[in-house]
């Protein structure tokens, strides 16, 4: 079993960065497929991105391509999310997660039976 925790959340103005970190401990992070969801309020919790076990397939929602970057070391059990050019819709908690399914990437909530505590992340306007 693997516990998660995410750090690097806070406060930043519209078109600013924040770098998440998902820290895994327990297990080597390299058994698993990680993302991020994310979930504001008054609305469920959606996809953000997902990351295979090496590195090198991801995958995004529509919604954060070209602005958001998911990628991992291995080594430092560590899984990062850069979040380039925020938004005010991107405030929400984030939420890192893990699977040990066999695949690359899945885009939805159930495949995963890992999930961290969330870190907010507001973006002022």
């Known amino acids: 079993q693997v516990q998660l925790v995410e750090s690097g959340g806070g406060l930043v103005q519209a078109g600013g960065s924040l770098r998440l970190s998902c820290a895994a401990s327990?297990?080597?992070?390299?058994?698993?497929?990680m993302a991020w969801f994310r979930q504001a309020p008054g609305k469920d919790r959606e996809f953000v991105a997902s990351?295979?076990?090496?590195?090198?397939?991801?995958d995004y929602a529509d919604s954060v391509k070209g602005r958001f970057t998911i990628s991992r070391d291995n080594a430092k059990n560590t899984v990062y999310l850069q979040m380039n050019s925020l938004e005010p819709e991107d405030t929400a908690a984030y939420y890192c997660a893990a699977t040990g399914r066999g695949g690359f990437t899945f885009n939805y909530q159930k495949a995963y039976r890992y999930w961290g505590q969330g870190t907010q992340v507001t973006v002022s306007s």
């Open positions: 327990g297990r080597s992070v390299s058994s698993y497929i």
């Open positions: 990351i295979s076990r090496s590195g090198g397939t991801t």
